[in-house]
Nanobody
Framework: VQLQASGGGLVQPGGSLRLSCEAS????????MGWYRQAPGKQRELVAH???????NYADSVKGRFTISRDNAKNTAYLQMNSLRPEDTAVYYC??????????????WGQGTLVTVSS
């Protein structure tokens, strides 16, 4: 089982990016999924979280600008980021609670994708 995050890059302040996180492997189902970020010299923090049923919650710093969504049929979560600010610069990681076909349950992390907001 692995999570593959993609979609990061360099964007100007006020711009937008869409991150994707696809799970693959021996997956039976996926529970909660989330996006975290870690800026240089700072701890990793939760950005957005979504349940399998689609209930979401966000860090106060991104409310109204970021939207998390998921496509259960594709085992994929997304993070639409609008009105980006320099302080959003960080490595973004996805996380998912995955139930495997061999009966285990565990949290998995993607490899991280760098988002840089700069003019």
């Amino acid at each position: 089982v692995q999570l593959q995050a993609s979609g990061g890059g360099l964007v100007q302040p006020g711009g937008s990016l869409r991150l994707s996180c696809e799970a693959s492997g021996s997956i039976f189902s996926i529970g909660d999924m989330g996006w975290y970020r870690q800026a240089p010299g700072k701890q990793r923090e939760l950005v957005a979280h979504i349940t399998r049923g689609g209930v979401t919650n966000y860090a106060d710093s991104v409310k109204g600008r970021f939207t998390i969504s998921r496509d259960n049929a594709k085992n994929t979560a997304y993070l639409q980021m609008n009105s980006l600010r320099p302080e959003d610069t960080a490595v973004y990681y996805c996380n998912a609670r995955i139930y495997t076909t061999w009966g285990s349950e565990s949290g998995y992390w993607g490899q991280g994708t760098l988002v840089t907001v700069s003019s």
